[in-house]
């Protein structure tokens, strides 16, 4: 019986299954980019609760955003912002990747000295006059007549109250009121409105603009960012 020679004795590789296992094993799934927005809001609830319900269903933006209801109104605003960025950025070693304001024109006289210092700090205004509550009206009618913010809830109750079929009384820290919304309104009716509003000024006097809304851009903005079919 002959002997294979020392030299051709082949030893048998080990362990290769087990190795090609893990190298599978080690290929991960990319995480999804994740996108910053910081919102501060004049409003400490309205605004707050309506966009947060807006983000917490966008996977890429739930997670790093802030939206900040501060109680505080045009200029005194914009510099609640930046101090809100300076300090989160600092605190969590990350940058914004998108800061916003939301205030109304109200009988404030620094609204557009507002607008214009926010955007010299690289700041978006979702500004409206004259109240945030025309942004939920145009979900369901066209408006280009100033009136009231009681005037505007007004109108938005009756509107819900129509659809629902039994009557609506509209409060300002109703956290549902995104979902209401979107049941019984239209928000792509309420964007193009918004932007038929703003076609109708020329100038850039925007304490002039009533009514009109910015509202419409952080929306679409947001909306922009959708990845997974809401459930």
Same mark, same amino acid.
């Given at each position: 019986?002959?002997?294979?020679k &020392? ?5 048998p590789?080990? *362990?290769s299954r087990?190795v ?5 094993e ?15 809001c ?10 947060n319900? $807006? ?8 997670? !790093?955003?802030? &939206?900040?209801g501060?109680?505080?109104n045009t ?11 300076e ?5 969590n070693?990350?940058t914004?990747? #998108?800061?916003? &304001? &939301?205030?109304d ?9 507002? $607008? ?6 690289g ?10 509550e025309?942004?939920?009206?145009? *979900?369901? @009618? ?8 009681? #005037? ?8 819900i109250s129509?659809?629902? !079929?039994?009557?609506?009384?509209y409060?300002?820290? %109703? ?6 919304? #979107?049941k019984?309104? @239209?928000?792509?009716?309420? $964007? ?10 020329? %100038?850039?006097?925007?304490?002039k *603009?009533?009514p009109?809304?910015?509202?419409d851009?952080l ?8 990845? *997974?079919k809401?459930?």
């Amino acid at each position: 019986m002959s002997h294979p020679k &020392v030299g051709e004795i082949k030893m048998p590789r080990k *362990h290769s299954r087990n190795v090609s296992s893990q190298k599978r094993e080690e290929k991960f799934e990319p995480k999804e980019e994740q996108i910053r927005f910081l919102i501060v809001c004049e409003g400490e609830e309205t605004e707050r609760n309506y966009f947060n319900a $807006i983000i917490d269903k966008i996977p890429t933006v739930r997670n !790093g955003s802030e &939206v900040k209801g501060v109680g505080m109104n045009t200029v005194s605003l914009v510099n609640r912002a930046l101090e809100i960025k300076e300090d989160l950025e600092q605190k969590n070693d990350m940058t914004f990747d #998108q800061v916003w &304001v &939301v205030f109304d024109k109200d009988n404030f006289e620094s609204f557009n000295k507002a $607008i214009e210092m926010a955007n010299t700090h690289g700041i978006q205004s979702a500004w409206t006059n004259e109240s945030f509550e025309l942004w939920f009206y145009l *979900h369901f @009618d066209y408006l280009d007549t100033g009136i009231s913010r009681s #005037q505007y809830i007004e109108k938005l109750e009756k509107k819900i109250s129509t659809k629902k !079929g039994e009557k609506f009384k509209y409060e300002k820290e %109703d956290p549902r009121i995104y979902e209401l919304l #979107q049941k019984y309104g @239209d928000e792509n009716l309420a $964007i193009r409105y918004a932007q038929k509003l703003r076609e109708s000024y020329e %100038d850039t006097n925007y304490a002039k *603009h009533n009514p009109c809304t910015m509202v419409d851009k952080l929306v679409e903005k947001l909306n922009s960012f959708k990845q *997974h079919k809401e459930l």
